[in-house]
């Protein structure tokens, strides 16, 4: 079991950054892949991007790549999203979630087994 809270979520403008934190109770923070998802209003929540255990493999949604980086801290048990050359389309509430499951980098939303309560992210124009 894991429990995942998120920070770091507020509103910015266009073009400007902002790094999501997500912080993992448990000992077992390294066996998970952990992820991030996203919904904006009155859309289905989306992947953004995938970290692996070990922190060596990534992977993102096309509309993010060379904009956002994913990370993680095993000795922490946090994983960060920076996010740069922000978008008003990147406004969405977004959620970690972690895989503890074989998947390994999975963008599947099925493939998580544990999500946090979300953060707001708001780009402004």
């Known amino acids: 079991q894991v429990q995942l809270v998120e920070s770091g979520g507020g509103l910015v403008q266009a073009g400007g950054s902002l790094r999501l934190s997500c912080a993992a109770s448990?000992?077992?923070?390294?066996?998970?892949?952990m992820g991030w998802f996203r919904q904006a209003p009155g859309k289905e929540r989306e992947f953004v991007a995938v970290i692996s255990r070990s922190g060596r493999r990534t992977y993102y949604t096309d509309s993010v790549k060379g904009r956002f980086t994913i990370s993680r801290d095993n000795a922490k048990r946090t994983v960060y999203l920076q996010m740069n050359s922000l978008k008003p389309e990147d406004t969405a509430v977004y959620y970690c979630?972690?895989?503890?499951?074989?998947?390994?980098?999975?963008?599947?939303?099925?493939?998580?087994?544990?999500w946090g309560q979300g953060t707001q992210v708001t780009v402004s124009s």
């Open positions: 979630a972690a895989d503890e499951g074989d998947s390994g980098t999975s963008a599947r939303r099925v493939d998580y087994d544990y």
């Open positions: 448990g000992r077992t923070f390294s066996s998970y892949a």
